[in-house]
């Protein structure tokens, strides 16, 4: 777009003020008050060129043609005040020429002077008056006519000529407006691009200065951390140059390394061909080891066959605090065909027969009765020598034998003694119980260096009254024993379990020891005459163990029964029955019941008999797996040592004495 045209005469005042002079012709313009004389008719037509060619400009005055002679026109000098041209706002752009022409529409001609009467004389300048020509004098008129006229040409050409001046001035004065204009945008734009610049200098230089500031700062910095590199460096260089001689003694190290190594490799070689050499012997070791312990088990079952799958030990306990001593000769233990270095075997009482007595009150004849079993234990015998004795038919269990162990006799002679121990768990007096569980763990770790895992589970119940009761049972559980019953573990399976018992992984001896402490809380006891307490009930200990090889594929499996039996006793017939005596009565009952029907199955499993009657009884029941052809049993008869339980000592010898004439064929493990 073209920048805005300004006005001529606002050019001339900006070029004035710029100090730029513009080149002005001297006006001829006529003066105000003056007005050309009309002539004649003819003269005006004379005339009419020359008015056509001032038509256009409008300072061109009209001539008078009224009266014959007008009078000469006296011209008089502008002044510049006159010539100079209005000021008029300034103003740019194409509204520029408008603007001028107005101007100059603006600056109407004088008014023309009234025409002189004919035979007037012309008027004068200065207030002079001017000659005045007659009235017949026309040609003196028409000269002054043609000299007039000739005048208003030379002002009207000399009026062109300014008026060409003016508008090459006026043109020149826009071109310069124009460029002008345009260089004062583009001096406006550099200003503020100037000023946007130093602005951001400004701000630039405020950055920068902050800029130094920091960097200054960053440079104290760094110069004291510069210094502390170089002391660093200083330490650096020293340590550099004493690892430098560690690396010389490295590799001096190292080439002795290497040659060592080649020797070592030599070594190695010949070692990795020992350890296959080895390696296959270890093979062959292993199987051997294997078929050595498979025969160890064998020549162990066909030794515990030798020495009977049902074997009788006798115990007799101590005489207690308290108690009488009994004479001389009551008990006695018999020497073997060895003498004292024989294991004792056999047991000797001597009983006087008060029936036989003379009237003259001599002393009835003693009567001695011997008994022999497969070990007898005096009452100086400890713990640890009767689990010896016992220890190689527990470990039968882990072979895959069925043990079942035994305790009878009659109440007070010692069997809770024997299996659990004494009070305070002193490890003198422990029982078989928590010793046979000590030794089957560390024989199942042992022979877990050949490939074997064992794992064993625990059980506890009590037949009480021919009601089987869990006494490993805890909070609401506790007291629910009437709802146990024996039952198979399924469907054509020879195993039988205890519905509603605990059965408890065990692990270590510490887990045996609070189950068996859980046990004695729970036990069924009471008074009787003969204990003031006594174990009312039959308690069964039962673990289940499992082995298995996997490198060979081998498994077993077999229970463990460790039988606390409760106390047998005679009934009195001469009793008075109290409610409390009907109880003990019934008591007494169950329990003899029950010991009569382990002699039946055990003289039923010695004839060989079709018919073994095991549901005749409770505890014959639950134990029927190890009491059968394929297991190992021991018992246990306790006696005591005084003279007043002599009867019912020699009844248990008695029933021990038919259980130990009792033989059951060839034990199998059961393997799998």
Known sequence: MEPQ??????????????????????????????????????????????????????????????????????????????????????????????????????????????????????????????????????????????????????????????????????????????????????????????????????????????????????????????????????????????????????????????????????????????????????????????????????????????????????????????????????????????????????????????????????????TRHDFSFDRVFPPGSGQDQVFEEIAMLVQSALDGYPVCIFAYGQTGSGKTFTMEGGPGGEPQVEGLIPRALRHLFSVAQELGGQGWTYSFVASYVEIYNETVRDLLATGTRKGQGSECEIRRAGPGSEELTVTNARYVPVSCEKEVEALLQLARQNRAVARTSQNERSSRSHSVFQLQISGEHAGRGLQCAAPLSLVDLAGSERLDPGLALGPGERERLRETQAINSSLSTLGLVIMALSNKESHVPYRNSKLTYLLQNSLGGSAKMLMFVNISPLEENVSESLNSLRFASKVNQCVIGTAQANRK
């Open 5 to 366: 045209q300004r006005s001529p005469l606002l050019e001339v005042r900006g070029n004035v003020e710029l100090k730029r002079p513009l080149v002005k012709a001297p006006s001829r313009l006529p003066l105000p008050g003056t007005r050309f004389k009309r002539g004649p008719d003819r003269m005006e037509d004379a005339l009419e060129p020359e008015k056509k060619r001032t038509r256009g400009l409008d300072t061109v005055t009209k001539i008078a043609t009224s009266h014959p002679r007008p009078p000469a026109l006296t011209v008089r000098p502008q002044t510049q005040s006159q010539t100079t041209a209005p000021k008029v706002p300034k103003k740019t752009g194409p509204r520029c020429s408008t603007t001028i022409g107005t101007v100059l529409k603006k600056q109407k001609p004088d008014p023309a002077v009234p025409a002189q009467k004919p035979g007037a004389a012309p008027p004068t300048l200065g207030g002079k008056k001017p000659t005045k020509r007659p009235a017949w004098d026309l040609k003196g008129q028409l000269c002054d006519l043609n000299a007039e006229l000739k005048c208003c040409r030379e002002r009207t050409q000399t009026l062109n000529q300014e008026n060409q001046q003016l508008q090459d001035q006026l043109k020149e004065a826009q071109q310069q407006a124009r460029v002008l204009g345009a260089e004062c945008r583009t001096l406006e734009g550099e200003l503020a691009r100037v000023q946007a610049q130093a602005e951001q200098g400004q701000q630039e230089l405020g950055n920068l200065r902050a800029r130094v500031l920091e960097l200054e700062e960053q440079l104290g910095t760094q110069q004291g951390l510069v210094q502390e590199l170089q002391k660093e460096q200083v330490g650096l260089q020293e340590e550099r140059r004493g690892l430098a001689a560690r690396l010389e003694e490295q590799e001096r190290r190292l080439q002795a390394s290497e040659v060592a190594l080649s020797g070592s490799q030599a070594e190695v070689a010949s070692l990795r061909q020992e350890a296959a050499t080895q390696a296959t012997l270890l093979v062959a070791q292993g199987e051997r080891l294997h078929g050595l312990e498979m025969e160890r088990r064998r020549l162990h079952n066909q030794l515990q066959e030798l020495k009977g799958n049902i074997r009788v030990f006798c115990r007799v306990r101590p005489v207690l605090p308290g108690e009488p001593t009994p004479s001389p000769g009551f008990l006695l233990f018999p020497s073997g065909p060895g003498g004292s270095s024989d294991t004792p075997t056999r047991l000797s009482i001597s009983r006087s027969d008060e029936r036989r007595g003379t009237l003259s009150g001599t002393p009835a004849p003693t």
